[in-house]
């Protein structure tokens, strides 16, 4: 199997059977977000203990590939301190924006694990505003949690 088939298959069963999908109600964190173009919607909650996400959940309706990048996005970063998230935020946004796999070392691939299915959605730029929507939405809800941190 072709990683592009691989990846495909990847969002489609991240679209059918979502991981962490769910409302959280001690979410200590919440942000939504929407993207107008493609009709996609999400929520994501946060339960933030320390600087460790201890629980991260989606709701959300809209299109495959908004919906699976949300689920993946959950899976990768549940248990990971918000630095970490932040670097894979960073990391993800430059694979969506068509890094060319030359630019991504090995290490980083490996460390990106199941995200890389989103590395295909770079060929459809009508689809990149779909698959990082939930990093845009996650990232509004951990910058209110960065500054809870900054004024302890
Ligand atoms: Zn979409």
Not at 95 to 116: F, Q, R, S, Y
Request: glycine share 6%; proline share 3%.
């Amino acid at each position: 199997m072709r990683d592009n088939e691989l990846y495909q298959e990847m969002i489609l069963d991240h679209y059918k059977n979502p991981r962490n999908c769910c409302t959280m109600h001690d979410a200590t964190h919440t942000a939504s977000g929407d993207n107008p173009l493609c009709g996609d919607q999400l929520e994501i909650y946060l339960n933030i203990d320390g600087d460790i996400l201890k629980e991260i959940t989606f709701q959300g309706s809209g299109c495959a590939v908004s919906q699976a990048s949300a689920s993946l996005m959950t899976e990768h970063l549940k248990g990971r301190t918000i630095e970490e998230s932040l670097q894979v935020f960073d990391k993800v946004h430059m694979m969506l924006t068509g890094l060319h796999p030359d630019e991504i070392n090995t290490e980083d691939e490996n460390a990106m694990g199941k995200l890389n299915a989103l590395s295909g959605v770079a060929e459809f730029p009508m689809r990149v505003k779909c698959a990082s929507l939930a990093w845009h939405t996650l990232k509004s809800a951990l910058k209110e949690s960065r500054e809870n941190i900054s004024t302890e």
